[in-house]
């Protein structure tokens, strides 16, 4: 199976080089690898021309954040597996795509998440949290629980048939796109008990006390969008269901 990845990159030059190489050298060899770069204006161009002949498709234009990005990057990719990978953060180790390929094949999902390392940005070795995820049922998400967005693996047919990420929701895009898939659809969701991304802390919804009270009121319009049934307290155990990840440091 080919996957797709899609990495969204706006002025890293600090950090892509080794998102890319954490890409590159995975001992999986059927990756369509793509680049969306918002029209940087630091050294980041420069540093992905390096690296021309690994990346699949290229682009470089200004768009309307994140999302929108993703999304070309989705309507570009004809992998049957898409997946993405922050332009601050790294696959954790060379075996990563092929475990969930791997997975993909031997349990027929629609889509494969895994675990997460949120880590020091000037020390990928320092944990400061561990996303350790679960094999879910749909109450769950009722409850506040979601994957990590970066290990969320999907088949590419699913975009198709349910749709690509929302402008209307912010930052909280990506949770909506989840739980659009995961709970109104029903599609079959599998935890791989697997360390997929090593991700650098920080994060445009945590950025200031307005980006998480938008943060907030975005999950809540998800919620309600999405029919869960009592978003309020779904959003109150969304926030607590983070405690434990802090609980877990190196």
């Known amino acids: 199976m080919k996957v797709s990845i899609i990495t969204v990159v706006y002025n890293a030059e600090k950090y892509i080089q080794d998102c890319i190489e954490s890409v590159i050298n995975q001992t999986y060899q059927d990756i369509e690898y793509i680049v969306i770069d918002g029209a940087s204006t630091d050294g980041t161009l420069s540093k992905i021309d390096k690296y021309s002949s690994k990346i699949t498709h290229f682009v470089s234009e200004k768009d309307k954040g994140i999302y929108d990005a993703l999304n070309k990057g989705l309507k570009i990719a004809t992998g049957e597996i898409v997946g993405l990978l922050n332009a601050d953060d790294m696959l954790a180790s060379v075996e990563v795509i092929a475990e969930i390929v791997k997975c993909f094949d031997s349990q027929q999902a629609d889509a494969v998440y895994g675990n997460l390392n949120y880590v020091a940005a000037e020390n990928t070795d320092k944990i400061s949290r561990i996303w350790q995820s679960k094999q879910f049922v749909r109450r769950d998400i009722e409850t506040g629980w979601m994957p990590a967005h ?77 029919a869960i049934p009592h978003p309020l307290i779904t959003l109150l155990f969304k926030k607590l269901s983070k405690i434990p990840q802090y609980l877990h440091k190196n």
């Open 150 to 226: 970066p290990t969320f693996y999907a088949k590419k047919e699913l975009f198709e048939k349910y749709g690509n990420y929302s402008l209307d929701f912010g930052t909280a895009a990506d949770y909506e796109l989840m739980i659009r898939f995961l709970y109104r659809f029903k599609i079959k969701a599998v935890f791989l008990d697997y360390l997929f991304v090593n991700m650098r802390a920080g994060g445009v919804s945590n950025s200031s006390s307005k980006q998480r009270y938008l943060a907030l009121k975005n999950d809540y319009r998800a919620m309600r969008r999405n």
